[in-house]
């Protein structure tokens, strides 16, 4: 018979929880009120108090201050703006992707160029650009020839184009990675 010990858990405070209300645990705390003026140094209780009397919450604002900061605001309506501003942030800013343009090394030239076409297209939009050469049977052998055609793939595209992963063979492929330049107008004023 095995003896199993018994898994105790332990319980935790809830740090998840927002510090507001009766969860502040300080003994002195610096409260503002919702216009922004300071109302002084005060107990948690006494400043708990003024904001229920006026229907507000009390929020903790920064708790590396000495006292910590606390100021009397309507929570709901402080977190429906904050997450509002999140989802704000979130739509301007850009994920580059990594988009793929597949080829042979025996190319056409016209194929050639619609190819240079889509990747130029895609560095416009930001994207970075994998371009792979795959190879079918013996075909392998000639590695240096499809190494030559992605090298004049990075040089047709070196005006938008800076070469992030020089062009590498990965099992019956050859790729190249290529990132979008940084635009020097872009980088900022009196360059």
Known sequence: MEKTTPVIEKKRPNRDLPQINERLRFPKIRVIDTDG???GILTPQEALRMAQEKELDLVLVSDKADPPVCRIMDYGKYKFEQEKRLKEAKKKQHTAEVKEVKMRYKIEEHDYQVRINQAERF?????KVKATIMFRGREIQHSDLAEGL???MAGDLQELAEVQQAPKKEGRSMMMLLSPKKLKGAVGVGE
Do not use: E, V
């Open 150 to 152: 992605l090298k004049r």
């Open 123 to 127: 560095l416009k939009a930001g994207d």
């Open 37 to 39: 003026g300071q109302l």
